[in-house]
């Protein structure tokens, strides 16, 4: 891949292992970076401050950027962030082509999304929030003459609806910028694989939109700022009891549970959590966002946590750990 891009953008392959067994995809991926919220280990000594690195997770299908900024601390660019530089830089071309009002840009998140992003894009474009899986963001997306999804974890492509190809095909330009805009969408959409699920398609998407508005990972990262967010699972007798409505958003089951956490949510400053129980186990997953980071981490998530697992009972060992 390297020798067909030239000198448009070098690739540093890391963990390269193949022939030893499981160091491959060891503390490495894209799973593993955005739920710790870490830099890969293999990383550690030779990523330079500023210098963009990506994951893919074991099968290629999702994407997560990160850095370290001149004090060494790490940043993490999830599929938020890749949604919204998209999203935005779409709707660029979008204009600049003359298609304003042709063509309508939507973005389809899920209630994992941060709320940061949701505000950022929702000044911009049409925002939907649809139940976590791909198969209903997708759905979802097929509305919008272009729509983008990603979900949190990194999961996500653009879909160009045929009558979207056919405008773009058709499209007369009035103007030599309108020309270069409308070369520049399609070929975007000629980059784009909008098969879910394509992992380095999706990485030369966001490098194109890189070069093209000159960002690093600093300009890209400022384009809004993530509440501080923390995801906890708890183990549970039956995940079934747990019914949601509103994207999954809201409890309605059990009964009452869902009052005591809006009580306990409108404690904390920009708070914001939701309950959603696993599909292939036992396993309530709890989402909590705050405008600062303890409260974030250490309280809210684990406290609704603890509520959850009042509701439910168990075994002590499986009670979340801030609570033994």
């Not at 540093?12 to 739920?35: H, Q, S």
Request: with cysteine; hydrophobic share 40%; charged share 25%.
């Amino acid at each position: 891949m390297n020798e067909e891009l030239g000198s448009a953008l070098e690739l540093i392959p890391t963990n390269t292992a193949v022939d030893t067994l499981g160091a491959l995809n060891n503390a490495c991926g894209a799973d593993y970076v955005k739920t710790s919220q870490r830099l890969p280990p293999s990383l550690a000594s030779v990523l330079e401050a500023g210098q963009r690195a990506c994951s893919f997770d074991g099968d290629a299908d999702r994407l997560i950027y990160y850095y370290l900024d001149d004090r060494k601390q790490f940043h993490m660019l999830d599929g938020d962030k890749i949604a919204a530089l998209v999203a935005n830089f779409i709707v660029e071309l979008v204009k600049g082509a003359g298609l304003e009002g042709k063509l309508e840009v939507g973005v389809v998140q899920t209630a994992y999304a941060n709320g940061s992003s949701t505000k950022y894009l929702s000044e911009r474009v049409p925002v939907e929030c649809v139940k976590t899986g791909v198969k209903n963001l997708h759905h979802a997306a097929e509305k919008y003459s272009i729509g983008v999804y990603f979900e949190a974890n990194g999961h996500g492509t653009v879909i160009f609806s045929p009558v979207a190809l056919e405008t773009l095909a058709k499209h007369q330009p009035s103007t030599p910028g309108q020309s270069t805009y409308l070369s520049q969408l399609i070929s975007l959409s000629d980059v784009i694989n909008q098969t879910v699920g394509d992992a380095l398609s999706d990485m030369l998407l966001v490098e194109v939109v890189l070069a093209h508005k000159g960002y690093s990972g600093y300009e890209w990262d400022a384009i809004y700022s993530d509440l501080p967010n923390r995801l906890v699972k708890v183990v549970v007798k039956d995940r079934n009891i747990f019914k949601t409505e509103d994207a999954e958003r809201r409890l309605t089951s059990p009964p009452g549970l869902q009052a005591k956490l809006d009580d306990l949510i409108r404690k904390y400053d920009g708070g914001r959590s939701f309950v959603r129980p696993s599909g292939t186990e036992d396993v309530v997953r709890v989402y909590a966002e705050a405008t600062i980071r303890p409260q974030a981490d250490a309280e809210l998530a684990f406290k609704v946590a603890g509520l959850v697992y009042d509701e439910t009972g168990g075994a002590p060992e499986t009670r979340p750990r801030e609570f033994l």
